[in-house]
């Protein structure tokens, strides 16, 4: 598959460690040298910022979708190719899955999460077919992986669609991993049995 857009979701924190906003980094980095264009949430602070700044810094192209209550509060970037306002949170997500060909969770809070999730129901549901990947970093999302696998083994998950989510340790192994991902043709439901 070849990929154009890529949406990142991540935190508009810079979180704990440096090494979050170093991966942030790396990861803008890669999808400009790449020629790859960054699609985010549109704002300028915590690793929301790091991303978009270093995509624009190696000569990328990035959209930003921010709703009008957030750029209101002054947190939408303003340097960026591109800054969409947009009505709500509804709005800005449906836009951002609208103009990307994959999916990238770096580290992030709830919103990062809700995002990821949420675009990988509209996966598993079959509403697109489109690669969505974890950007692993220094463990952060090491409990969520083992979670994610007591969902298939309590049957709530099937193998197929856990494995719809790419996991890796780089940017460069990532991108990779979802270039190179084919969707699955399982339906959502695992059985149809009564319980």
């Known amino acids: 598959m070849s990929l154009r857009s890529v949406c990142v979701f991540c935190g508009a924190s ?3 460690s440096p ?8 990861l803008g980095q890669h999808l400009a040298e790449r020629g790859i264009r ?8 915590g690793l929301m910022g790091v991303v978009a700044d270093a995509a624009l810094n190696a000569g990328g192209e990035v959209i930003g979708i921010i709703p009008q209550s957030l750029e ?16 709500g949170m509804h709005t800005r997500k449906a836009r ?5 060909d994959a999916f990238i969770a770096l580290p992030g809070g709830l919103g990062t999460l809700e995002e990821l999730f949420e675009v990988w129901t509209w996966g598993q549901l079959g509403y697109h077919a489109k690669p969505l990947g974890l950007l692993e970093v220094n463990g952060f999302y090491s409990k969520l992986g083992d979670f994610l696998d007591h969902l298939v083994a309590e049957r709530f998950v099937r193998p197929q669609h856990r494995e719809m989510l790419q996991i890796a340790g780089n940017p460069q192994n990532l991108l990779d991993a979802l270039s190179e991902w084919r969707p699955s043709a399982a339906p959502k439901w695992v059985d149809r049995a009564p319980v």
Do not use: F, K, Q
Not at 38 to 45: H, T
Not at 96 to 100: K, P, R
């Open 14 to 16: 810079p979180g704990a």
């Open 38 to 45: 960054l699609i985010y949430g549109g704002g300028a602070v």
């Open 96 to 100: 951002m899955a609208e103009l990307s």
């Open 72 to 87: 209101r509060a002054e947190i939408g970037h303003r340097n960026l190719t591109c800054l969409e306002v947009v009505d």
């Open 19 to 26: 090494v979050y906003r170093e991966a942030a980094e790396a």
